[in-house]
């Protein structure tokens, strides 16, 4: 029997998406394609505003690492259907709050960066792109979702150097906007979606264009060479 991986709400044009594996909400395939098809959801009902979450404790904690034991296709469609979805929430055109409900860790990471907004809990939690420190070489993807909004002393210890930081810490280097106590979380979310929702449509689509035009140029081409890689690496060595 499949378990649904996700939790989808709409409300007052605000749709949420809940990921709740019951564990570490890691970015498997079925978590990746469970998180499209909300979208895809999101966008069919007309919703102004994408609320992205995890369950309390745990935003994600990256990549389905057995997967990594699998078969080489299953790891290529893994790794390329993560840099696609940091790329979707990059160009969605309605707004996206992420909100980090605890650790976020390598691929969750890149998801939190890719959002407009990122509220993150207060509390002893990780905020890390621990690639380095675990032996794998960050993908170009990863390295563009961590440029445009980590400050440029972040963006290299961060990615360069693996170092983890508490969610006040995150605040200051750029990985999150904004923090509330645990128990406080829910209402500001709440706040927050509802001052998206009111902004203007077409004056948001037309300035995010702008905005990450230059994101989204370098995100393809990094998408790209990332997927070339990959695929000599995985299929090419099977």
Not at 67 to 94: I, N, Y
Not at 115 to 129: K, P
Not at 169 to 198: I, K, N, S
């Amino acid at each position: 029997m499949n378990v649904s991986l996700t939790r989808y709400q709409l409300q007052d044009s605000i749709a949420t998406v809940t990921m709740d594996d019951g564990k570490a909400n890691v970015m498997s395939v079925a978590m990746l394609g469970e998180i499209n098809a909300a979208l895809d959801r999101a966008e069919a009902d007309r919703a102004v505003v994408v609320v992205l979450r995890g369950r309390p404790g745990m935003f994600s904690g990256g990549f389905d690492l057995s997967v990594f034991k699998r078969e080489p296709a299953e790891q290529l469609a893994m790794l390329t259907a993560g840099a696609r979805l940091s790329e979707r929430l990059l160009a969605f055109p309605h707004p996206v709050l992420a909100v980090c409900t605890g650790h976020a860790i390598a691929m969750g990471v890149f998801v939190l960066l890719s959002a407009d907004v990122r509220l993150g809990a207060e509390g002893a939690f990780r905020i890390q792109a621990n690639e380095v420190q675990i032996g794998m070489t960050l993908p170009r993807f990863a390295l563009e979702a961590c440029r445009q909004r980590l400050t440029p002393t972040h963006y290299n210890l961060a990615a360069g150097t693996a170092l983890p930081y508490t969610p006040s810490e995150a605040v200051a280097a750029g990985f999150l906007d904004a923090l509330a106590p645990p128990e406080a979380l829910d209402e500001a979310a709440q706040q927050h979606a509802t001052r998206l929702a009111g902004l203007s449509r077409e004056a948001f689509s037309a300035t995010r264009v702008r905005l990450r035009a230059q994101t989204l140029t370098a995100m393809a081409a990094a998408i790209d060479a990332d997927v070339a890689d990959w695929r000599q690496r995985l299929v090419g060595a099977a």
